[in-house]
C-alpha cells in the first residue's frame, strides 16, 4: 500500500494536463526547458550526486501519475532515479538542445525531469527540462537554487524531503473552486467575461511553409528606464505598461479592437506555497476593448483594473474558466488561445541569478526559452539583474520568421510610444521617413486603360511615400518590402484618403501582394469624388432638421425624465467644482482656448438637445462658442480674495437651472489676481457629462493647454460619435447577453427594488429637499489602519467603508433590509469607454446582512452584493425596473423618486495645467436628491467620506457619527472568513 506521504492529489489543471497527454503522449506543449550556457566545467559525477540530493529535497519531481480512487495523484514511490546524460553535439547547439527537450515525457512511469549535459570539445551546455505537472515558473528558481547548493555540498544535500501538505491543500482548494459552492462567484465572474464567446480576433497567419521560430534580444536600457518614469507617472507597474503595449500591438496585428491574451497569475496565493515546487501557475485570459482613439495613457489605466479584476478570481482553475464560459473543446481553444504574455522576474529569489549562477568553479548563463504551453503565439519578456529580455516564441511556424521580425520590432515602436507620448492615440501610426522622390515604372497599356493606368500608378505612389521604397513592382509583397503592422495602419489611411474608399486592415493582410489589393480597393464603391483627380468641391448643406441624431440610452433616458417642457433641467444633477492655482499666472488666451479645444472633440459638452414627439431625445453638435470661458477679477489682489470670489460663484453655478436646447451645459469661470494665482470654477450638467467624462474633459483641457498644434491635438483625441454608440448600444441591449441579464435580475428582485426607509414615516412627496453637507477625512495613522484593513481581508476600500457606514446606520432605519444605490460606469460597449457623455447606470446594490449580524457577516454580504452587481452591470435600470414591473410611488420608473440610500466610490480629480496640480473642492449642496447621499474618495493619501442628507429627516450630528464610523478599526477576522 503506497504511503500518503509518496502521492499527491492533481490540482484540477494538473489533471488537464494528464489528459492532454494522454491524448496525445507525443506533446511537448507542457515541456519547459532551461538551456545554460557553461562558463567552466561541471563535474559530472558531483552534479549525478547533486541530483540525487535536489530529488531527495523534492521527490515530486521523480514522481509519475497514477489512478486512485479519488482521482489522478502524482506518485513517487518506488520512482526512478532523475536521469543525467551526457550528450556530444551534433550540428548547431540551438538545434541539438531542441532535439534534447523535445523528447516526449512518459507520465506514466516518470520521472517527471531530466538533465542534459551537451559537450561540445572543451565546452558545455547543460539542458534542465522539466515538465510542467510539477515545475512552473517560480519552481524554476527554487530548483535551480536547491541543485546549485546540492552541487557545492550546501543544505540542499541534507537529504530532508520538503513539506507538501501546503501542495496538497492547493490541490484540494482547486477542486472546491472548480466544482463547490466556494467557487460560485469566480465561475460568475468568468462567465460575465467571456460568456459571449469571447472576442472575434485572429492575428494574421502566414500563408507559406512555417517552422519553429524564436527571436530574442534584450531591451534598449534607456527604453526600459523611460518605461518605468511612464509607469511611475501613471501609478501603474512596470509589467502594466509592457502588457498594455502588448494589446496595442495584438490590435495592429489583428485589425480587432477586442481583444484576448493570457497571463500567467502566480498561484501561490498562501505563504506556505511560496518555497514550493510545483505547478501553481494559473493562465488567466484577460479580454480588453481597444479604439484607435483611446490614448495610452488610458490604455494603462484600464489593462491595470482589467487584470486586478482577473487576479481577484485568478485562482479558478483555467479549465474551469473556459467550461464556465462555454469555451471548451478544441475549436473554442485554437480561437481562444492565440497569445500569451509571460512575465517571468527571474531575479526575485535571493543570491538566484539566473544569468550568473555559480556552480562551484563554473557559471550558468540562462539561455532563451523555447516553452510556449499550447499558445499559437508566445511572449516571453525575462527580467533580471542584467535587465528586460524579450523572447518571441512562433512554436508551430503559425506566423513565420518575417512576421514575427515585425512583430517584435512594432512592440518596440509600440513601447516608445506610451513611454514618450502616453497622450498620443493608440492608433496613430509612426510616420515613415521621407523618401526622395522616384521615377515610376511606366505601365503597359496606358492607352487603353487611362483611368485604371492612373490609379494604378496612384496607388504606386501610396505604397512608395509610406514604405519608403522607391522601386515598387506591381507583383511586390507589403510585408516582402519591410511593412509592418504599423506602416499597415497607415497605408490603409493613405489609401483610403486617396481614392476614396474604407479599407480594413483585413484586406491588406489577406492581399498583401499590391496588385492583388489594388484589386480590392480599386473595385470597391466610391463617392464621386474618389479618385487622384482634384479635390471634390464642398457638399451641399444638409437640412438642419437632418442633422439630428438619437442619443446613447442614459442620456436619452435621463433628458426625457428631466427635462421641462421649456427645455429647462432643474438644478438637481450638476458637476460643480473649483480647481485652485494659488500662486500660478494664467494664460487667458491659452485657457479660453484650452477649453475651446477640449470642448470641440467632446460635442456633448456644448451639443443642442431636443425632445422630439416622434424620435424621442435627439441632439446636434455645434461649435464651441467664442468667449466659453467667463473671466472675473478678484475683488483684491490677495488669495483668500481669489477663492472667495470662486465660491461665490460656484454658489450660484450649482443651483442655476440649465437650458439645454442652447447648448450651454458647460461652463467655466476664472478667477483670478494678478499676483495671488487663479481659481477655476467648472459646471457641467449631468445629464450630458458623468464622473468618468468629467475626469476625461480635464485631461483634455490639461493636453490642449500643453500644446500649440490644433489639428495635433484634435488628431489625437478624436472620439466615437454619441448616434454610433446609441447603435451599438441598441444591438447589445437586444441581444442574448442581456436577456440572460434580464432573467438574473428578475430572480435577484423577486419584490421588486427594496428602499432603506429612514426612521421617519413621513411620505417622500413631503420631505423637501433641503439638504445639509457633512464631510469626514482619514488622514495619517487613521488612513494607514484603512488601508491595512483592505489589504488584510482582501476587498476594496470601497467595500470596507460601505460596510461601515451601513452598520452604523443600522439605528436610524426603520426596515431591516439592507440595499442602496451605487453607481455603475454604463458604458455597455467598448464606443463609450473614451466619449465624454453621461452613461452612469445607477442600480441597486442588496446586501443580505439581517439586523443584528457581526461585522464579518456585514463584509461578506456587502463584497457578495457588490460582486453579483458589477457582474451584472451590463443592463440600464430603466430595464430591470421593467423586467421588475416596478413603478415607485411617484408613478415615474427612476431611482432618486423614492425613500433610500446612495453610496459611490468617488474617482479624484487629477488636473494640470502648466506643470502645477490643481486642488479641487466642491460647494456646499443644498438640495438632496436621496435621503442620504455619501461618496467615498481615495486620494491615495487620504480617504475623504463625504455626504448630503435630507435635513427634513436626519441631522447633522447623526450624519457626521455615520462617516465617523469608517474611521473605527474593524473586528478582527478569521483568515478564511473572506
Same mark, same amino acid.
Given at each position: 500500500?503506497?504511503?500518503e ?12 494536463m ?5 491524448r496525445?503522449?507525443?506533446?511537448r ?10 562558463d567552466g ?7 549525478r550526486?547533486?541530483?540525487e540530493?535536489?530529488a ?6 521523480c ?7 479519488d ?19 551534433a550540428?548547431s ?24 549535459v ?6 558545455q551546455?547543460l539542458?534542465?527540462a522539466?515538465?510542467?505537472l510539477?515545475?512552473d515558473?517560480a519552481a524554476?528558481l527554487?530548483m ?5 547548493a ?16 501546503a501542495a496538497?491543500h ?9 466544482d ?12 460575465a ?17 512555417g517552422?519553429?521560430t524564436?527571436l530574442?534580444?534584450d531591451m534598449?536600457?534607456?527604453l526600459?528606464a ?9 501609478g501603474?507597474?512596470?509589467?502594466t505598461?509592457l502588457?498594455a503595449?502588448?494589446f496595442a ?12 491574451a ?18 501553481f501557475?494559473?493562465p488567466l ?12 495613457r ?5 489593462v491595470?483594473?482589467?487584470?486586478k479584476?482577473a ?8 479549465t474551469s474558466?473556459m467550461?464556465?464560459?462555454?469555451l ?13 504574455f ?6 526575485l ?18 539561455l532563451d526559452?523555447?516553452s ?6 508566445a ?23 518575417a ?11 509600440v513601447l516608445?510610444?506610451?513611454a514618450?507620448r ?7 501610426p ?9 521615377e ?6 496606358p492607352?487603353?486603360e ?14 512608395q511615400?509610406v ?6 513592382d ?10 509592418h ?5 497607415a ?17 491588406l493582410?489577406d ?5 492583388d489589393?489594388?484589386e480590392q ?11 487622384s ?5 464642398p ?5 438642419a432638421?437632418?442633422?439630428w441624431?438619437p ?12 427635462q421641462?417642457p421649456?427645455?429647462v433641467i ?9 480647481f485652485e ?12 482656448r484650452?477649453?475651446?479645444w ?13 425632445i422630439?414627439?416622434?424620435h424621442?431625445p ?13 473671466l ?10 481669489v477663492r472667495?470670489?470662486a465660491?461665490k460663484?460656484?454658489?450660484e ?6 437650458d439645454?436646447r442652447?447648448?450651454?451645459?458647460l ?7 494678478p499676483?495671488?494665482g ?6 457641467v ?6 464622473g ?14 500643453a500644446?500649440?498644434?490644433e ?7 478624436t472620439?466615437?460619435d454619441?448616434a454610433?454608440?446609441?447603435?451599438a448600444?441598441?444591438h447589445? %441591449?437586444?441581444g442574448?447577453?442581456? /436577456?440572460? =441579464?434580464?432573467a +438574473? ?5 423577486? #419584490?421588486g @427594488? ?7 414615516a ?5 420631505c ?7 464631510q ?11 488601508l ?10 470601497f467595500?470596507v ?7 452604523a446606520l ?15 460606469p ?9 466619449t465624454?457623455?453621461?452613461?452612469v ?13 457581526d ?8 463584497r457578495?452584493?457588490? %460582486?453579483?452587481?458589477?457582474?451584472h /452591470?451590463? =443592463?440600464?435600470? +430603466?430595464?430591470?425596473?421593467d423586467?421588475? #414591473?416596478? @413603478?415607485d ?7 432618486k ?24 473642492r466642491?460647494?456646499?449642496l443644498t438640495s438632496?436628491m436621496?435621503?442620504?447621499?455619501v ?7 487620504e480617504?475623504?467620506c463625504s ?13 457626521r457619527a ?12 478569521p483568515?478564511?472568513d473572506?
Amino acid at each position: 500500500m503506497t504511503d500518503e506521504t509518496e502521492r499527491l492529489p492533481l490540482s484540477v489543471n494538473q489533471e488537464a494536463m494528464w489528459v492532454a497527454w494522454q491524448r496525445d503522449p507525443e506533446q511537448r506543449s507542457n515541456i519547459i526547458p532551461l538551456p545554460f550556457e557553461v562558463d567552466g566545467h561541471l563535474d559530472l559525477p558531483r552534479l549525478r550526486r547533486a541530483v540525487e540530493a535536489l530529488a531527495s529535497r523534492y521527490p515530486q519531481l521523480c514522481g509519475r501519475v497514477v489512478t486512485t480512487p479519488d482521482g489522478p495523484a502524482l506518485d513517487w514511490s518506488d520512482a526512478p532515479a532523475i536521469p543525467v546524460r551526457e550528450t556530444e553535439q551534433a550540428g548547431s547547439r540551438d538545434e541539438a538542445l531542441r532535439r534534447l527537450w523535445q523528447q516526449p515525457f512518459d507520465l506514466r512511469n516518470g520521472p517527471l525531469l531530466r538533465i542534459d549535459v551537451l559537450r561540445r570539445g572543451d565546452s558545455q551546455t547543460l539542458l534542465v527540462a522539466a515538465h510542467h505537472l510539477v515545475n512552473d515558473g517560480a519552481a524554476v528558481l527554487i530548483m535551480m537554487d536547491a541543485l546549485r547548493a546540492a552541487y557545492g555540498e550546501g543544505p540542499a544535500a541534507n537529504g530532508t524531503a520538503a513539506d507538501l501538505s501546503a501542495a496538497r491543500h492547493h490541490a484540494e482548494r482547486s477542486r472546491e473552486l472548480a466544482d463547490g459552492d466556494t467557487g460560485q462567484p469566480h465561475r460568475a465572474y468568468w462567465r460575465a467575461i467571456l460568456g459571449d464567446g469571447g472576442p472575434d480576433f485572429e492575428l494574421r497567419r502566414n500563408t507559406g511553409p512555417g517552422h519553429y521560430t524564436m527571436l530574442g534580444d534584450d531591451m534598449p536600457r534607456d527604453l526600459e528606464a523611460r518605461l518605468r518614469a511612464c509607469a511611475e507617472e501613471h501609478g501603474v507597474s512596470y509589467v502594466t505598461v509592457l502588457l498594455a503595449g502588448y494589446f496595442a500591438l495584438l490590435r495592429r496585428c489583428s485589425g480587432s479592437d477586442d481583444l484576448l491574451a493570457f497571463v500567467p497569475f502566480h498561484g501561490r496565493a498562501t505563504p506556505e506555497l511560496a518555497d514550493q515546487v510545483g505547478y501553481f501557475v494559473n493562465p488567466l485570459p484577460v479580454r480588453h476593448r481597444i479604439r484607435a482613439s483611446d490614448r495610452y495613457r488610458d490604455l494603462l489605466t484600464r489593462v491595470r483594473l482589467e487584470v486586478k479584476d482577473a487576479l481577484r478570481f485568478g485562482e479558478l482553475p483555467l479549465t474551469s474558466i473556459m467550461r464556465a464560459a462555454g469555451l471548451s473543446g478544441p475549436q473554442a481553444h485554437a480561437r481562444t488561445h492565440q497569445a500569451l504574455f509571460q512575465y517571468w522576474h527571474a531575479g526575485l529569489r535571493p543570491g538566484t541569478d539566473l544569468q550568473h549562477l555559480e556552480f562551484d568553479g563554473a557559471v550558468l548563463r540562462l539561455l532563451d526559452v523555447e516553452s510556449n504551453a499550447g499558445f499559437q503565439l508566445a511572449v516571453m519578456v525575462r527580467e533580471d539583474n542584467s535587465g528586460t529580455h524579450v523572447l518571441w516564441k512562433d512554436p508551430g511556424g503559425v506566423f513565420g520568421p518575417a512576421q514575427v521580425q515585425a512583430m517584435a520590432s512594432d512592440y518596440l515602436d509600440v513601447l516608445a510610444a506610451i513611454a514618450d507620448r502616453p497622450g498620443a492615440t493608440v492608433g496613430a501610426p509612426i510616420a515613415p521617413s521621407a523618401a526622395p522622390a522616384a521615377e515610376l515604372r511606366p505601365e503597359r497599356r496606358p492607352e487603353a486603360e487611362p483611368g485604371a493606368a492612373v490609379e494604378r500608378t496612384g496607388m504606386i505612389e501610396v505604397w512608395q511615400k509610406v514604405l519608403g521604397v522607391p522601386d515598387i513592382d506591381w507583383q511586390d509583397s507589403f510585408f516582402e518590402l519591410g511593412g509592418h503592422s504599423l506602416l499597415a495602419e497607415a497605408l490603409v489611411e493613405a489609401v483610403g484618403a486617396r481614392f476614396g474608399v474604407e479599407v480594413s486592415l483585413r484586406t491588406l493582410f489577406d492581399h498583401p501582394r499590391l496588385s492583388d489589393f489594388a484589386e480590392q480597393v480599386l473595385s470597391a464603391p466610391r463617392g464621386e469624388s474618389a479618385g487622384s483627380g482634384p479635390e471634390a468641391g464642398p457638399a451641399p448643406a444638409e437640412d438642419a432638421d437632418a442633422q439630428w441624431r438619437p442619443l446613447p440610452h442614459r442620456m436619452a433616458l435621463g433628458l426625457s425624465r428631466e427635462q421641462r417642457p421649456d427645455g429647462v433641467i432643474p438644478a438637481e444633477s450638476i458637476i460643480c467644482k473649483v480647481f485652485e492655482f494659488p500662486g500660478l499666472r494664467v494664460d487667458r488666451a491659452r485657457l479660453d482656448r484650452a477649453v475651446r479645444w477640449a470642448a470641440a472633440v467632446n460635442p456633448a459638452l456644448t451639443a443642442e438637445y431636443r425632445i422630439d414627439a416622434s424620435h424621442g431625445p435627439l441632439y446636434r453638435t455645434r461649435p464651441p462658442r467664442p468667449g466659453l470661458v467667463e473671466l472675473v477679477r478678484s475683488a483684491s489682489d490677495d488669495w483668500e480674495a481669489v477663492r472667495r470670489t470662486a465660491d461665490k460663484i460656484a454658489g450660484e453655478e450649482i443651483v442655476r437651472d440649465l437650458d439645454v436646447r442652447e447648448g450651454r451645459a458647460l461652463h467655466v469661470a476664472c478667477v483670478h489676481g494678478p499676483a495671488a494665482g487663479f481659481a477655476l470654477v467648472i459646471r457641467v450638467d449631468h445629464s450630458v457629462c458623468d464622473g468618468l467624462s468629467f475626469n476625461r474633459f480635464l485631461n483634455d483641457v490639461s493636453d490642449a493647454y500643453a500644446t500649440d498644434d490644433e489639428q495635433g491635438f484634435r488628431t489625437g483625441h478624436t472620439r466615437p460619435d454619441l448616434a454610433e454608440i446609441a447603435v451599438a448600444e441598441r444591438h447589445v %441591449l437586444e441581444g442574448a447577453g442581456a /436577456q440572460a =441579464l434580464r432573467a +438574473a435580475w428578475r430572480a435577484r428582485l423577486p #419584490r421588486g @427594488v427594496p428602499e432603506m426607509f429612514v426612521n421617519d414615516a413621513t411620505p417622500w412627496s413631503q420631505c423637501p429637499p433641503h439638504g445639509g453637507t457633512v464631510q469626514v477625512t482619514l488622514r495619517g495613522e487613521e488612513y494607514r489602519q484603512h488601508l491595512a484593513e483592505v489589504r488584510q481581508h482582501r476587498v476594496t476600500g470601497f467595500m470596507v467603508a460601505t460596510t461601515k457606514i451601513l452598520r452604523a446606520l443600522r439605528p436610524a432605519l426603520l426596515n431591516d433590509e439592507l440595499a442602496f444605490f451605487c453607481p455603475f460606469p454604463g458604458r455597455f460597449v467598448p464606443e463609450a469607454a473614451g466619449t465624454v457623455g453621461n452613461f452612469v447606470n445607477l442600480l441597486p446594490v442588496l446586501v443580505d446582512s439581517p439586523r443584528g449580524a457581526d461585522t464579518p457577516s456585514t463584509l461578506k454580504a456587502v463584497r457578495n452584493a457588490m %460582486l453579483w452587481t458589477l457582474q451584472h /452591470q451590463g =443592463l440600464p435600470f +430603466a430595464t430591470v425596473l421593467d423586467e421588475v #414591473r416596478e @413603478v415607485d410611488p411617484t408613478g415615474e420608473q427612476y431611482p432618486k423618486k423614492r425613500r433610500s440610500l446612495f453610496i459611490a466610490g468617488n474617482e479624484p480629480n487629477h488636473f494640470t495645467l502648466d506643470g502645477a496640480s490643481a486642488t479641487p473642492r466642491v460647494p456646499d449642496l443644498t438640495s438632496a436628491m436621496f435621503d442620504l447621499s455619501v461618496w467615498v474618495t481615495d486620494t491615495g493619501s487620504e480617504l475623504a467620506c463625504s455626504a448630503v442628507y435630507r435635513r427634513s429627516l436626519l441631522d447633522h450630528e447623526t450624519v457626521r457619527a455615520v462617516l465617523a464610523a469608517v474611521g473605527t478599526p474593524l473586528e478582527p477576522l478569521p483568515a478564511d472568513d473572506l
